[in-house]
């Protein structure tokens, strides 16, 4: 199975602050990467795949290295992110990413 | 909207069964691979088992390969997972999910359910 691991896992961050996480894989996975966002007790919520941007959230890679950079922190990102690659199965995520408050 | 309401959860002691249901609304469930995917509590995702457009062909994690079956009813607009022989560390919340894929499966998850908590305890 693929292998995804996140650095850091845990950051705390100020609103408008640019805040990036790193996910790495242990083997080439055609950057078929994406992102989620969790809050506590919900579900998680599809944001971007590998290299795409949405809002304040964008993606890239380099090689096995992607990305999640989020540009101004607004109250509502703090949450746990994830990883996941979608290249080949078993589907596997990152071990999470916690978004706090500073 | 796309919907997706997963329902079965409940308290089961180990060696026991459960089956949960998600049923869909806001797409046609048809034209999508489906998923279930779990959380154990605080712990991060793991992905459990997939399933094609009309049911034919069905993927597990090793985990669960030879206990859980994943099936669906199109014409209920409803996704199932059967799980058999539980086990403690199969504690935690199910979520159903879509694969976005067209086709084929894509492998990540466009839409999620808000979950069903299993607990598998004596």
């Known amino acids: 199975d693929i292998q995804l691991t996140q650095s850091p896992s845990f950051v705390s961050a100020s609103v408008g602050d640019r805040v990036t996480i790193t996910c790495r894989a242990n083997h080439d996975i055609n950057k078929w990467l994406v992102w989620y966002q969790q809050k506590p007790g919900k579900a998680p919520k599809f944001l971007i795949t590998g290299t795409s941007s949405f809002q304040r959230f964008s993606g890239s890679v380099s090689g096995t290295d992607f990305t999640l950079t989020i540009s101004s922190l607004q109250p509502e990102d703090f949450a746990t992110y994830y990883c996941q690659q979608a290249n080949v199965l078993p589907a596997t995520f990152g071990q999470g990413t916690r978004l706090e408050i500073k | 909207e796309v919907q997706l309401v997963e329902s079965g959860g409940g308290l089961v002691q180990p060696g026991g069964s459960v089956t949960l249901s998600c049923v869909t609304s806001g797409f046609t469930l048809s034209n999508y691979w489906m998923n279930w995917v779990r959380q154990a509590p605080g712990k991060g995702l793991e992905w459990v088992a997939n399933?094609?457009?009309?049911?034919?062909?069905?993927y597990y994690v090793g985990s669960v390969k030879g206990r859980f079956t994943i099936s669906r009813d199109n014409t209920k607009n409803t996704l199932y997972l059967q799980m058999n022989s539980l086990r403690v560390e199969d504690t935690a919340v199910y979520y159903c999910?879509?694969?976005?894929?067209?086709?084929?499966?894509?492998?990540?998850?466009?839409?999620w359910g808000r979950g069903t908590l299993v607990t598998v305890s004596s």
């Open positions: 399933i094609n457009q009309n049911g034919g062909a069905t």
């Open positions: 999910a879509r694969d976005p894929g067209d086709d084929s499966a894509w492998y990540y998850f466009d839409h």
